[in-house]
């Protein structure tokens, strides 16, 4: 069984078709490269698996501990916390959550973050950073648009 399987998706824009009876399957450990002119429906197809935009027809499946995050090509320019906090998202203080912290300090560990310091003090690319170790935090399976920058993660 395909640990991604797209069945006959459809999806249409403003009266556009951009997906017409498309399907895929991505087995468990099997690279996929997306190529394609701008406007190609690349980002879009990700946004499908992700679940930010639903097909007009069709099925997309993939197991269900699979989670998605996103990462904005906008850095926002403030958010409250500590890098651990930001990076931690809404997992501090949940006692079913000991994976995720260890996860947590494995992702600012091996992005070489400051913890400790303040997400509003850092420049916007140490932001980026701390929002891909966010997104990379406790995920299982990943993929990376350039344009709209959908991460999944994967644990091996």
């Known amino acids: 069984m395909a640990y991604i399987n797209i069945q006959n998706v459809e999806l249409n824009f403003g009266g556009t078709r951009l997906f017409d009876d498309i399907g895929l399957n991505v ?5 996929v490269v997306l190529v394609g002119r701008n406007g190609s429906g690349k980002s879009t197809l990700l946004r499908l698996i992700e679940g930010s935009v639903k097909p007009d027809a069709g099925n997309i499946a993939y197991p ?3 989670r998605c995050a996103h990462l904005s090509q906008m850095v926002p320019q403030a958010l409250p916390g500590t890098v651990l906090d930001v990076v931690s998202g809404d997992s501090r203080g949940n006692e079913d959550s000991e994976d995720k912290r260890q996860q947590v300090n494995i992702m600012i560990s091996r992005l070489g ?6 997400f509003n003090s850092l420049s916007a690319g140490l932001k980026r950073q701390v929002l891909l170790a966010r997104a990379l935090a406790g995920k299982r399976i990943y993929f990376c648009s350039t344009n709209r920058q959908t991460i999944w993660t994967s644990m091996r």
């Open 27 to 31: 087995e468990q450990g099997e690279r």
């Open 64 to 66: 269900k501990r699979c």
């Open 113 to 118: 973050l400051d913890a400790e310091r303040f």
